[in-house]
């Protein structure tokens, strides 16, 4: 599995960037590639220790693509992050108030 280099599409208001997260995960390959102004970076996603995540973030007028996973699977949560949200907070305390938020279990 591999993504071609391409650039996010604003498929949501105000999108500013994107954050990736990997979960723990046997596989190898498939580094995220980040290019911007003539620039690359290159992060390896794979991880098999349960204690730690690797995770990148980028603005959504980078070029970024994924290197071919060579074994195992592989699996990411990926955010959009919006700007200009400050509705988010009020809905986080409405939330709060209404004791929907199950604090502390994961």
């Known amino acids: ?3 071609l280099r391409h650039v996010d ?8 960037a994107t954050t990736i997260i990997g979960p723990p995960s ?3 390959g498939g580094d995220l590639v980040v290019k911007h102004s003539g620039k690359s970076s290159s992060f390896n996603m794979s991880n098999a220790n349960p204690c730690k995540h690797p995770y990148c973030a ?3 007028n980078c ?3 994924v290197k071919e996973v060579t074994s195992g699977y592989r ?6 992050l919006r ?3 400050e509705r988010w907070a009020g809905d986080f305390q409405e939330s709060q108030d209404r004791s929907s938020i199950n604090a502390g279990s994961h």
């Open 1 to 3: 599995v591999k993504f």
């Open 9 to 16: 599409r604003l498929h949501v208001d105000n999108l500013a």
């Open 26 to 28: 046997e596989d190898e």
């Open 58 to 60: 980028f603005f959504t």
């Open 63 to 65: 070029t970024h693509e």
């Open 75 to 80: 699996g990411v949560l990926q955010y959009d």
């Open 83 to 85: 700007e200009g949200e």
